[in-house]
């Protein structure tokens, strides 16, 4: 079964800092999705970033970026001058691609930015 | 940006009694999906729903859970005999099309609480 595990349960940064959250995941799959979502206060769930497996290149959006490391089966997310507004949970998740396919979720990381 | 609208935010009930969970997706959006959040574990699939049929469930997603698109605007989750294990954060979300790289929009959730 596949499987997604975030290691670092909290983390904090200083305000306009660099963090980087961990996640790696477990698939026998070679072709596959991959995300960053956030979930502020208001608990919606927000998409940050996805990655496709076979792209070899890193997805960046403006100043969240990931480390994908395939055969290391790892994905992790660096916030670059982390803002206030940064803080929340940060969940990683996994999808098979084809239609219709589910998120398979990992425990979530508690970001906290301090001014 | 377009939202997905759940309804209500918070919900109290009684063990044994019925709820049922509102959601109104994106209105181009063919994809619908619930999701739960059990506070301080994984967020789980429950099931998906394409052209009026589940499409897929999980194990969580036993008898007493069922899903219904009545009128073509409303998505609602339905627990027949709720138990104190079903308190949580109930997510629905839709999607344009059922590929996976398409953006998943998330509503704020619904919180309930079963006493």
Known sequence: AQTVT???????????????????????????????????PSRQM?????????????ATE??????????AKSFSLKISDSQLGDTAMYFCAFSFTGNNRKLIWGLGTSLAVNP | ?????????H????MGQEVILRCVPISNHLYFYWYRQILGQKVEFLVSFYNNEISEKSEIFDDQFSVERPDGSNFTLKIRSTKLEDSAMYF????????TNEKLFFGSGTQLSVL
């Open chain 2, 92 to 99: 629905c979300a839709s999607r344009k099309t059922g590929t």
């Open chain 2, 11 to 14: 919900q109290v009930t009684q």
């Open chain 2, 1 to 9: 940006e377009p939202e997905v609208t759940q309804t209500p935010s």
């Open chain 1, 62 to 71: 403006n100043r969240f970026s990931v480390n994908f490391q395939k055969a």
């Open chain 1, 46 to 58: 927000i998409l940050v970033i996805r990655q496709e497996a076979y792209k070899q290149q890193n």
């Open chain 1, 6 to 40: 975030q290691s670092q349960p909290e983390m904090s940064v200083q305000e306009a800092e660099t963090v980087t959250l961990s996640c790696t995941y477990d698939t026998s799959e070679s072709n596959y999705y991959l995300f960053w979502y956030k979930q502020p």
